[in-house]
Protein backbone atom coordinates (compact mmCIF):
# COMPACT_ATOMS: atom_id res chain seq x y z
CA UNK A 1 0.00 0.00 0.00
CA UNK A 2 2.89 2.49 0.61
CA UNK A 3 0.77 4.78 2.50
CA UNK A 4 2.74 6.56 5.74
CA UNK A 5 0.59 6.80 8.78
CA UNK A 6 1.37 7.25 12.96
CA UNK A 7 0.73 3.88 14.52
CA UNK A 8 -0.51 4.83 17.96
CA UNK A 9 -1.90 2.70 21.08
CA UNK A 10 -4.58 3.66 23.04
CA UNK A 11 -6.63 2.84 26.21
CA UNK A 12 -9.89 3.52 27.14
CA UNK A 13 -12.46 2.10 30.30
CA UNK A 14 -15.83 1.39 30.32
CA UNK A 15 -17.18 2.55 33.34
CA UNK A 16 -20.89 2.28 33.99
CA UNK A 17 -22.62 3.32 36.98
CA UNK A 18 -27.13 3.38 37.86
CA UNK A 19 -27.37 2.75 33.55
CA UNK A 20 -25.21 5.42 32.27
CA UNK A 21 -21.74 5.52 30.81
CA UNK A 22 -19.14 8.01 31.12
CA UNK A 23 -17.47 9.81 28.18
CA UNK A 24 -16.12 12.60 27.36
CA UNK A 25 -18.29 14.86 25.03
CA UNK A 26 -16.36 17.29 22.20
CA UNK A 27 -16.26 17.89 18.64
CA UNK A 28 -14.21 17.39 15.92
CA UNK A 29 -12.34 20.96 15.20
CA UNK A 30 -12.26 20.46 11.70
CA UNK A 31 -15.53 19.70 10.82
CA UNK A 32 -17.53 21.13 14.04
CA UNK A 33 -19.13 17.48 14.29
CA UNK A 34 -20.22 16.75 17.95
CA UNK A 35 -19.05 13.20 19.38
CA UNK A 36 -17.90 11.10 22.04
CA UNK A 37 -15.30 8.79 23.02
CA UNK A 38 -14.46 6.96 26.28
CA UNK A 39 -12.29 8.43 28.89
CA UNK A 40 -8.55 7.10 28.31
CA UNK A 41 -5.77 7.66 26.37
CA UNK A 42 -1.74 6.97 25.05
CA UNK A 43 0.10 4.42 26.15
CA UNK A 44 3.48 5.65 27.14
CA UNK A 45 6.99 3.47 26.10
CA UNK A 46 7.63 0.89 28.68
CA UNK A 47 4.32 1.31 30.43
CA UNK A 48 1.30 -1.29 30.80
CA UNK A 49 -1.59 -0.83 29.36
CA UNK A 50 -3.34 -0.99 32.62
CA UNK A 51 -1.03 1.57 33.99
CA UNK A 52 -1.83 3.89 30.88
CA UNK A 53 -5.11 4.13 31.95
CA UNK A 54 -4.73 4.80 35.48
CA UNK A 55 -2.33 7.96 35.31
CA UNK A 56 -4.95 8.94 32.03
CA UNK A 57 -7.97 8.91 34.69
CA UNK A 58 -5.61 10.88 37.27
CA UNK A 59 -4.53 13.59 34.79
CA UNK A 60 -8.03 14.03 33.24
CA UNK A 61 -10.33 12.77 36.47
CA UNK A 62 -8.28 13.45 39.36
CA UNK A 63 -9.54 10.18 40.50
CA UNK A 64 -8.14 6.66 40.91
CA UNK A 65 -9.97 3.51 39.07
CA UNK A 66 -9.37 -0.40 39.19
CA UNK A 67 -8.63 -1.92 35.47
CA UNK A 68 -10.75 -4.69 35.09
CA UNK A 69 -10.62 -7.20 32.18
CA UNK A 70 -10.23 -6.51 28.53
CA UNK A 71 -13.35 -6.34 26.90
CA UNK A 72 -12.60 -5.09 23.05
CA UNK A 73 -10.33 -4.15 20.98
CA UNK A 74 -10.92 -1.66 17.91
CA UNK A 75 -8.22 -1.03 15.00
CA UNK A 76 -9.15 2.30 13.34
CA UNK A 77 -7.09 4.15 10.54
CA UNK A 78 -8.31 7.79 9.82
CA UNK A 79 -7.27 10.88 7.93
CA UNK A 80 -5.03 12.57 9.54
CA UNK A 81 -6.48 15.78 11.19
CA UNK A 82 -4.98 18.32 9.01
CA UNK A 83 -4.28 18.42 5.09
CA UNK A 84 -0.38 17.98 5.71
CA UNK A 85 -0.69 15.46 8.67
CA UNK A 86 -0.09 11.43 7.57
CA UNK A 87 -3.03 9.04 8.24
CA UNK A 88 -3.37 7.87 12.06
CA UNK A 89 -3.90 4.18 12.46
CA UNK A 90 -5.21 3.32 16.48
CA UNK A 91 -5.16 0.21 17.88
CA UNK A 92 -7.45 0.72 21.25
CA UNK A 93 -7.94 -1.31 23.76
CA UNK A 94 -11.32 -1.01 26.17
CA UNK A 95 -11.07 -2.18 29.59
CA UNK A 96 -13.95 -2.81 32.09
CA UNK A 97 -12.77 -0.55 34.50
CA UNK A 98 -14.29 0.72 37.92
CA UNK A 99 -14.09 4.29 39.57
CA UNK A 100 -12.63 3.90 43.48
CA UNK A 101 -14.04 7.48 44.60
CA UNK A 102 -16.09 9.77 43.57
CA UNK A 103 -15.61 12.21 40.81
CA UNK A 104 -15.61 15.59 41.67
CA UNK A 105 -18.51 17.78 40.71
CA UNK A 106 -19.48 21.27 40.40
CA UNK A 107 -22.63 22.75 39.84
CA UNK A 108 -23.66 19.15 38.26
CA UNK A 109 -21.03 19.38 36.25
CA UNK A 110 -17.95 16.72 36.49
CA UNK A 111 -14.39 18.38 37.10
CA UNK A 112 -11.66 17.71 35.36
CA UNK A 113 -7.99 19.11 35.62
CA UNK A 114 -7.74 19.24 31.38
CA UNK A 115 -9.87 22.40 30.71
CA UNK A 116 -10.51 21.08 27.01
CA UNK A 117 -12.44 17.84 28.44
CA UNK A 118 -16.25 17.72 29.03
CA UNK A 119 -16.67 14.61 30.74
CA UNK A 120 -20.32 13.14 31.38
CA UNK A 121 -22.51 10.36 32.20
CA UNK A 122 -24.25 9.46 29.04
CA UNK A 123 -27.52 6.86 29.27
CA UNK A 124 -26.89 3.64 27.65
CA UNK A 125 -30.00 3.92 25.45
CA UNK A 126 -28.33 7.31 23.83
CA UNK A 127 -24.92 5.83 22.60
CA UNK A 128 -26.21 6.42 18.88
CA UNK A 129 -27.64 9.85 19.20
CA UNK A 130 -24.43 10.65 21.06
CA UNK A 131 -22.44 9.82 18.29
CA UNK A 132 -20.37 7.22 20.29
CA UNK A 133 -16.79 6.70 18.48
CA UNK A 134 -15.36 4.80 16.59
CA UNK A 135 -18.30 2.92 15.34
CA UNK A 136 -16.70 -0.35 16.16
CA UNK A 137 -16.85 0.25 20.32
CA UNK A 138 -20.41 1.54 20.11
CA UNK A 139 -21.66 -1.04 18.36
CA UNK A 140 -20.17 -3.58 20.78
CA UNK A 141 -21.64 -1.77 23.72
CA UNK A 142 -24.96 -1.37 21.98
CA UNK A 143 -25.11 -5.58 21.88
CA UNK A 144 -23.51 -6.12 25.15
CA UNK A 145 -22.96 -3.95 27.88
CA UNK A 146 -23.79 -5.00 31.06
CA UNK A 147 -22.55 -3.20 34.35
CA UNK A 148 -20.21 -6.26 34.49
CA UNK A 149 -19.05 -6.14 31.04
CA UNK A 150 -19.74 -9.25 28.06
CA UNK A 151 -17.44 -12.15 28.66
CA UNK A 152 -14.50 -13.28 25.87
CA UNK A 153 -12.56 -10.01 23.92
CA UNK A 154 -14.02 -9.30 20.99
CA UNK A 155 -12.53 -7.29 18.22
CA UNK A 156 -13.46 -4.60 15.45
CA UNK A 157 -12.03 -2.95 12.55
CA UNK A 158 -13.01 0.54 10.99
CA UNK A 159 -10.95 2.10 7.88
CA UNK A 160 -12.36 5.57 7.48
CA UNK A 161 -9.86 6.65 4.81
CA UNK A 162 -11.32 4.03 2.05
Not at 84 to 92: G, M, P, Q, S
Not at 129 to 145: D, G, K, M
Request: glycine share 6%; net charge negative; proline share 5%.
Amino acid sequence: MGRNSERETIVRAIIVENEKLLVNSTENKATGVAYCALPGGHVHIYESCPAALEREFREELATDIKVHELKFVSESIYEGRRADDVARHELVLYFHSELLSPLGQEDGRIMSPEFDKNFIWLPLDQLTEANLLPLPIREYLQQNLVADGAPGVSYGFHDSTR
